[in-house]
């Protein structure tokens, strides 16, 4: 069955840049949206269909899809950044699928 | 602006039916550009898409739970509901409603853009 794969987690410094991977089963040819979750609250979706950037989420979230993996940077990262991060993606067989969740870290 | 809230019984006993309703104020469902989903997060796990319904009544439902999942819509009442039956401890988890921005959500175009608070729902 399709399922997305992320890393565990992952560390920034302020002021810097993280990149964070989604792999799946021909992502590539599929839509990726990425989906922010602060500990206790709903998740917000930073990016869809890609590469769009809904109304009011930062310019310094970013997404990529030209292939597997799938990738969501964050430029500049700030502290109320930290949170964990979830890919989604559809596939006939699953519908629509979540990642495993990468919890960022801004040390 | 669009709020949702969802609403049920926090406690469902195992083999019985959870049910929940999600209120949408701020908007309408009768919108043709979304639909209207449910979606799972058990403790300390990753979120799970459970279906989606559309103001006419189109369901689309995640196939590992189509058996046993029914979505239904209440225009009048701008509100959409979820009944999850013959329920064990593995459907003990947070249930978020949330439109999904797109009119038609299968072949993968849509996302979740608004999202209610979510409530926890424990089997027990």
């Known amino acids: 069955s399709f399922e997305l794969t992320q890393p565990p987690s992952v560390s920034v410094a302020p002021g810097q840049t993280v990149s964070i991977t989604c792999s799946g089963d021909q992502l590539g040819d599929k839509y990726v949206s990425w989906y922010q979750q602060k500990p206790g609250q709903s998740p917000v979706v930073v990016i869809y269909?890609?590469?769009k950037r809904p109304s009011g989420i930062p310019e310094r979230f970013s997404g990529s899809n030209s292939g597997n993996p799938a990738t969501l940077t964050i430029s500049e990262t700030q502290a109320m950044d930290e949170a964990d991060y979830y890919c989604q993606a559809w596939d006939s067989s699953t519908a629509y699928v979540f990642g495993s969740g990468t919890q960022v870290s801004v040390l | 602006q669009l709020q949702l809230q969802e609403s049920g019984p926090g406690l469902v006993k195992p083999s019985e039916t959870l049910s929940l309703t999600c209120t949408v104020s701020?908007?309408?469902?009768?919108?043709?550009?979304?639909?209207w989903g449910w979606i799972r997060q058990p403790p300390g796990r990753r979120l799970e898409w459970i279906g989606s319904?559309?103001?006419?009544?189109?369901?689309y439902i995640n196939p590992s739970l189509e058996s046993r999942v029914t979505i239904s819509v209440d225009t009048a009442k701008n509100e959409f509901s979820l009944r999850l039956t013959s329920v064990t401890a593995s459907d003990t988890a947070v249930y978020f409603c949330?439109?999904?921005?797109?009119?038609?959500?299968?072949?993968?175009?849509?996302?979740?853009?608004?999202w209610g608070q979510g409530t926890t729902v424990t089997v027990s």
């Open positions: 949330a439109r999904q921005s797109g009119q038609s959500c299968r072949g993968g175009s849509c996302h979740s853009d608004v």
């Open positions: 269909q890609d590469n």
């Open positions: 319904i559309y103001h006419s009544g189109s369901t």
């Open positions: 701020g908007g309408s469902l009768r919108s043709n550009n979304y639909n």
